[in-house]
């Protein structure tokens, strides 16, 4: 179906999807049928990721179309499609969501329950490219507490780890929300290599405020 009216568009953005799931997996942050990626390709429709295929050897083909009010148009779209499309929903920019199971992230929710965000006074890089990655309380996959679970941290946050589960990101287009992905799990591992280590110890905190009045200066795109 091409619901954009420009056919060679729409393909572009399908391919995009199958690169971004490639790139994911070779990353190590998609395992088996994990993950899923999707684009807003105009006002009232989604392209989506199938449901139960291993992302990175997907077909264009095979990607579904969704309504942003749920409704299925074609193919099999996600299980956890309800996150996808409640971020569409509250996020007016929001043109891509990419969400995935980076290992280090992961693990972090696991061992720190406790932590309502990744260490983001350790990292410069972290509120630089960021402004912070909070970790969003466990929801049941497939459910739509996925997404109902994600209010309190939208539009204001772009990257977050979601608990015993996975990462989501969002952004203005793919290649913004495929860089957050990176970030998440690129920091969580080097904050990990330091627990090793010893233990990361944060940044003065005039340097933390410092970093913030940075953060405001570039604006809310993941870098």
């Known amino acids: 179906m091409n619901v954009l009216g420009s056919e060679m568009t729409e393909i572009q953005m399908r391919l995009q999807i199958v690169e971004v799931c490639r790139r994911l997996y070779n990353r190590n942050m998609l395992a088996a049928a994990d993950g ?20 990175a050897f997907i077909d264009p083909s095979e990607i579904a179309v969704v309504k ?9 779209p996600s299980g956890e499609r ?10 007016r920019e929001a ?7 980076p290992p280090h992230a992961i693990a972090w929710s696991l ?19 960021t402004g912070g990655i909070p970790i969003v309380p466990y929801a049941r996959p497939t459910t739509e507490a996925m997404g109902t679970a994600l ?3 939208l539009p204001q946050h772009r990257a977050l780890i979601l608990g015993r589960h996975g990462a989501v990101t969002w952004g203005q287009d793919l290649e913004e929300a495929l ?9 969580a591992q080097i904050l990990w290599l330091a627990e090793q280590l010893g233990g990361s110890k944060p940044l003065p905190s005039e340097e933390v405020a410092a970093l913030q009045e940075m953060r ?4 809310d795109r993941l870098l």
Do not use: W
Not at 82 to 91: D, F, G, P, T
Not at 111 to 129: Q, T
Not at 179 to 187: K, V
């Open 82 to 91: 309800a996150m996808h499309l409640e971020i569409y929903r509250l996020c």
């Open 68 to 76: 942003t009010d749920g409704e299925v148009i074609t193919g099999t």
């Open 216 to 219: 405001l200066k570039i604006g």
């Open 36 to 55: 899923n990626v999707s684009v807003r390709i105009q006002d009232g429709f989604v392209i989506m990721t199938p449901s139960g295929r291993q992302k």
């Open 95 to 101: 043109r891509a969501v990419v969400h995935a199971h």
């Open 151 to 153: 209010h309190k941290f």
């Open 179 to 187: 860089n957050g992905m990176e970030r998440i799990e690129h920091s």
């Open 111 to 129: 061992a720190r329950p406790e932590f309502e965000e990744l260490p983001a006074d350790r990292m410069s890089e972290v509120i630089l490219a």
